[in-house]
């Protein structure tokens, strides 16, 4: 099971088994330690099992929808390790 959580009110919000999650979005692949793009190219493949969306502003302080200017997702794997960070921009 993968749990999304809004990251503004730390609500999760959906709770998906993972085989609904396409691979490369449930899964980091590492070698040596360092995050790589294909699952052939990985000597380790992490399971996410929880993704945090928080919504800021430009000055990178928690916002609602409608004042937010960037989504910063973060996804952890079952230690609670931060594995991958996106940042997505909106564009007005």
């Known amino acids: 099971m ?3 959580v809004d ?3 730390n609500t999760v919000i ?3 088994p993972v085989a609904e999650v396409p691979p490369a979005n449930r899964e980091v692949y590492l070698r ?3 995050m790589v793009a294909r699952p052939e190219d ?3 493949i992490v399971p996410i099992v929880r993704v945090v969306r928080l919504l800021v502003d430009a000055e990178g302080e928690p916002a ?3 004042r937010a200017t960037q989504a910063m997702i ?3 794997d079952a230690a609670g390790v931060l594995r991958r960070e996106t940042v ?3 564009a007005r």
């Open 42 to 44: 990985a000597d380790e």
């Open 14 to 16: 959906q709770r998906l």
């Open 32 to 34: 040596e330690g360092v």
């Open 2 to 4: 993968i749990e999304f």
């Open 64 to 66: 609602d929808p409608e």
């Open 74 to 76: 973060r996804e952890f």
């Open 7 to 9: 990251g503004n009110t």
């Open 88 to 90: 997505q921009v909106r």
